[in-house]
């Protein structure tokens, strides 16, 4: 089984297998004064709880490649690129091009589908 999201900023679906204990994690913003603070960690080990009792293995981002501090703080947890894709609209033309399938895209009203993996597990 997938779970579907349907972007809100450009034309594209993206499913996550959600069987390999998979979750979205976007959407969430702290303030610059408040990442220092005590408040910030505690709310980072709570997720992570949560997450654990739920035997999820993986969470995937949706970050913005000109979002060099999100995409900074996010390595320094361990994160790891999956894939990209880059859009580009003209009016309602819209034009992708993704090192995931389909690659390359264009269209007045189509979407298109990126089906995201975790990576392979070790051992």
Not at 27 to 34: A, C, G, H, L, R
Not at 63 to 87: E, M, P, V, Y
């Amino acid at each position: 089984m997938d779970e579907h999201y349907a972007e809100d900023e450009v034309r594209a679906d993206y499913w996550l297998p959600v069987e390999d204990g998979c979750v979205w994690d976007f959407d969430v913003f702290i303030t610059e004064q408040e990442r220092l603070g005590f408040l910030f960690p505690k709310l980072w080990d709570t997720f992570d709880a949560l997450l654990k009792a739920r035997s999820v293995a993986w969470t995937l981002s949706r970050i913005n490649g000109f979002n060099q501090r999100s995409l900074a703080s996010h390595r320094k947890l361990g994160a790891t690129d999956c894939g990209w894709a880059l859009f580009m609209r003209l009016g309602t033309l819209e034009m992708m091009a993704s090192n995931l399938r389909p690659y390359l895209h264009a269209g007045l009203w189509k979407r298109p589908v990126f089906r995201l993996r975790v990576p392979a597990k070790n051992g």
